[in-house]
């Protein structure tokens, strides 16, 4: 319905959801009809950038053209659009410079980019390109976890059978291992099964 009645940002969410089932020619119907909007342009066109950018660099249901891709993604960037900070910051890791990453995902994090959390939450737990903080990885795990990732609850469930002091209490942790084996995350059921028999001692 909110697509429908020209939400702007249930759009944006909507061609996120079409592109990762394999509609790209969707993905660039539902941003292009909202580009055509010049108030939508004015209020959002960050996110479009951000979108359209990703679209043009892999060609993904218009032409191949990654010069005007990475311009509207520098335009996004400029903006501050959170999924492109995020998506920066994750390019950024894979090319061995993680230290520089952190600043834009805490930024995204703060601009209240879901997946952002996880992201930073690993370079802390594995501390091989920043400094390793346990306490700091289990905090963006637990936000991560609020948000929905699947990893992040196994990962916090995982952590409690392990003993760390950070980890959630053993009630939430079950239900965190639920959680994540009803997600489909290999290894849950196991994590779960082995808090319930902590718990039934």
């Given at each position: ?48 950038n951000h979108r359209m950018g990703l679209m043009y ?40 410079r993680a230290a520089e990453a952190v600043p834009l ?73 639920a959680e994540a084996q009803q997600d489909g995350v ?16």
């Amino acid at each position: 319905l909110a697509v429908k009645n020209g939400n702007v940002m249930a759009r944006a969410y909507a061609a996120d959801i079409l592109l990762e089932r394999g509609d790209a020619e969707g993905a660039r119907k539902m941003l292009t009809d909202v580009n055509g909007d010049q108030l939508a342009q004015r209020q959002y066109h960050a996110a479009f950038n951000h979108r359209m950018g990703l679209m043009y660099e892999r060609g993904l249901g218009v032409a191949r053209d990654p010069e005007k891709g990475r311009s509207l993604r520098s335009q996004a960037y400029s903006a501050g659009d959170r999924d492109e900070l995020h998506v920066r910051g994750q390019e950024m890791i894979s090319e061995g410079r993680a230290a520089e990453a952190v600043p834009l995902l805490e930024h995204a994090i703060r601009e209240g980019q879901s997946e952002a959390p996880f992201t930073l939450a690993k370079l802390f737990d594995e501390g091989s390109a920043v400094r390793k903080s346990t306490a700091r990885a289990m905090l963006l795990y637990k936000r991560a976890a609020a948000n929905g990732n699947s990893q992040a609850k196994f990962i916090l469930a995982q952590r409690r059978h392990q003993g760390f002091e950070e980890a959630p209490p053993l009630e939430e942790a079950i239900l965190l291992a639920a959680e994540a084996q009803q997600d489909g995350v290999a290894g849950a059921a196991e994590i779960r099964a082995e808090l319930e028999k902590r718990r039934a001692l």
